[in-house]
């Protein structure tokens, strides 16, 4: 079993729809999770890091972490089409840079006009 | 959020040859680099980190003589693919991690990337 899984589409939806996108993983020691995009042929951005369990929002963007059932999700309200993406999710276990950080194999998404 | 510079975006060399990419970190001294490698459609697979005036942590399976990471200065890491092969063709990607303010050590996932490097070995 892989230590982080996610569904790796692609998913499309109608701009304005809402966009779930999950992530499930193995490993009870993380605690700090993280969704990343990635255009094509670009660098991943963080969009939104939480730690332990519970939601945070920013913007049209939401992220919930259910650390009981080792889930994490994030949801785009209102979807646009520069929402075109990869997503990542990403979680690691510790507070230093030498602690790892596993990624999920990334969600592609496409928002159509 | 912070910025990170990897030069150059792409490069293409013969087998055989050894090419340098550059990591940057433009606005913020970054004791601790982390290079990654991604294939097409997959994650983002977590190479070496790099430490600022000490020897790089390779994971399993990475060879060190291989990828040789410098992490000469607080805002410079730089990956030397040596004696390229096919094999070694992809996209190459860096990351810092930028402290908050207060905060004594870098915090875990707020990692900052820089924009990669597709190597294509022929």
């Known amino acids: 079993q892989k230590e982080v899984e996610q569904d790796p589409g692609p998913l499309s939806v109608p701009e304005g729809a809402i966009v779930s996108l999950n992530c499930t993983y193995s490993n009870s020691a993380f605690q700090y999770f993280m969704w990343y995009r990635q255009y094509s042929r670009k660098g991943p951005e963080l969009l939104m890091y939480?730690?332990?369990?519970g939601n945070k929002e920013d913007g049209r963007f939401t992220a919930q972490v259910d650390k009981s059932s080792k889930y994490i999700s994030l949801f785009i309200r209102d979807s646009q089409p520069s929402d075109s993406a990869t997503y990542l999710c990403a979680m690691s276990a510790g507070k230093t840079s030498y602690d790892k950080v596993i990624f999920g194999p990334g969600t592609s998404l496409s928002v159509i006009p | 959020g912070a910025v990170v510079s990897q030069h150059p975006s792409w490069v293409i060399c013969k087998s055989g040859t050894s090419v340098k990419i550059e990591c940057r970190s433009l606005d913020f001294q970054a004791t601790t680099m982390f290079w990654y490698r991604q294939f097409p459609k997959q994650s983002l697979m977590l190479m070496a980190t790099?430490?600022?005036?000490?020897?790089?942590?390779?994971e399993q399976g990475v060879e060190k003589d291989k990828f040789l990471i410098n992490h000469a200065s607080l805002t410079l890491s730089t990956l030397t693919v040596t004696s390229a092969h096919p094999e070694d063709s992809s996209f190459y990607i860096c990351?810092?991690?930028?402290?908050?303010?207060?905060?004594?050590?870098?915090?875990?996932?707020?990692?900052?990337f820089g924009e990669g490097s597709r190597l294509t070995v022929l």
């Open positions: 939480t730690y332990s369990s």
């Open positions: 790099s430490n600022e005036g000490s020897k790089a942590t390779y």
């Open positions: 990351s810092a991690s930028h402290p908050k303010p207060g905060e004594t050590g870098s915090i875990t996932g707020e990692l900052f």
